[in-house]
């Protein structure tokens, strides 16, 4: 993993000292949310600091051992699961269908592109999600997750003891991963499973951050990433992530500059982590900017993991007022970014997908349909057929591509 010589001008060159686990407060926040009750807050950031961590930093770092075989192209990445979880779902049952899936996913890719694959569930702590709007169509306070609020009309006050459940629902839900990976069958995955969540809302990240050896790990994940409303290379979200030694994914879409990519992934760097850049610019824009994005990052001499997310991209509203993908525009953007990687002597190097191993019926809606089994508090998901679908048909034109 190359990193920046010591003399390369840094985004601040005073920034390489003076970061530490609460300097992103100097920063602008985007999408934090406005808690009622400051020292509500406070209590609950409190009690989270006490609490024993959800991951420990071996693991994170034999994800980070994983992630550079990735970067070098002896390894791929398979990062999916629900768009956001629910403290409902934390059951074994639940959990299992979920880790099913992503297991057999898993399956198709090393079988069919003949290469070790590591899988990084949205799992575990996926429980903020950003938000376009502050409030909703019917003039509600906007659900956010709920880490923050409740998706019931009732319950949409952000309440800080929230942040107390998402810890414990996280905790719970990553010993059910553990359950599922311990059992015969599971367990040759075992040791190539990590969870994941979007690195939001920075109250709860700060107190999920543990110093170790004067490094410093977030141990409610494994692997945090920033979404593509919050990478802002002046903003406080990379701040916080810049200091972590856990790997770091950035959402990178159709707005992305290619020269502000360049200063968000020095402004990273700095610190010399593994970054995951999750492309997701959707169909329409693939060709145009991928190729610019992969120029950008080649000519500063970094490298990073290419990863292709072709579900955030590709949303749409149907008739019918429902949120849906279409698993076609899905592929032809995979297609698409496979083709340009290696076109540019680049390589995709993982894949992120947004699944349910719940039936659902989320995406492929036509335009005035009414779906039977809509039940997504945030995104449309693929089902369990529609992504295996999706995985096969990715697999077969990435080995025609010959990477
Ligand atoms: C997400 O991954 O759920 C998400 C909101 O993505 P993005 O930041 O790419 O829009
Ligand atoms: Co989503």
Avoid at 23 to 37: E, F, G, I, L
Avoid at 114 to 133: D, H, L, V
Avoid at 239 to 250: F, H, S, T
Wanted: aromatic fraction near 8%.
């Amino acid at each position: 993993m190359q990193t920046m010589s010591s003399n390369e001008p840094l985004h601040n060159p005073e920034e390489r000292d003076t970061w530490s686990l609460s300097s992103w407060r100097k920063y602008p926040a985007k999408q934090q949310p406005q808690w009622p009750d400051q020292a509500d807050l406070e209590k609950s950031l409190r009690e989270l600091r006490e609490y024993s961590s959800i991951v420990v930093p071996e693991d994170v770092e034999r994800l980070n051992m994983q992630l550079d075989e990735v970067a070098c192209g002896n390894r791929f990445l398979l990062h999916g699961g629900d768009c956001v979880e629910t403290f409902a779902d934390a059951t074994y049952e639940i959990v299992t269908k979920k880790l099913d899936l992503l297991v057999k996913l898993k399956r198709i890719l090393e079988e069919n592109l003949n290469i070790k694959c590591t899988t990084i569930g949205r799992i575990a702590g996926q429980y903020a999600k950003p938000r376009s709007n502050q409030i909703d169509e019917d003039g509600l306070p906007v659900f956010r997750g709920e880490m923050i609020n409740g998706f019931q009309a009732e319950s949409r006050t952000p309440d800080p003891k929230r942040l107390l459940q998402a810890y414990k629902y996280s905790s719970e839900t990553l010993d059910h991963c553990k359950k599922y990976f311990s059992k015969e069958s599971n367990k040759v995955a075992s040791n190539e499973f990590f969870t994941s969540h979007e690195g939001l809302l920075l109250d709860y990240e700060e107190a999920g951050t543990r110093s170790i050896n004067g490094s410093f790990y977030n141990l409610t994940s494994h692997y945090i990433w920033v979404g593509d409303r919050t990478r802002q290379v002046d903003h406080a979200h990379l701040e916080y992530v810049r200091g972590l030694k856990n790997p770091i994914g950035i959402k990178v879409g159709p707005t992305m500059l290619s020269d502000e990519l360049i200063k968000v992934i020095k402004r990273l760097n700095s610190h010399e982590k593994k970054i995951t850049l999750i492309t997701r610019y959707g169909v329409a824009n693939v060709e145009n900017i991928l190729p610019l994005h992969i120029d950008a990052v080649k000519s500063a001499g970094f490298t990073v993991i290419w990863s292709c997310d072709p579900c955030h991209g590709n949303t749409k509203v149907t008739q019918a007022g429902y949120k849906t993908r279409y698993s076609d525009q899905m592929l032809k953007e995979l297609e698409l970014t496979v083709k340009i990687h290696a076109a540019m002597g680049s390589r995709l190097g993982g894949i992120h997908l947004e699944t349910t191993g719940e039936n659902v019926t989320e995406c492929n809606l036509s335009e005035d349909e009414e779906p039977t089994a809509y039940t997504t508090y945030c995104d449309p998901r693929l089902n369990y057929e529609e992504a295996i679908e999706i995985t096969n048909k990715f697999a077969c034109l990435y080995l025609s591509e010959g990477v």
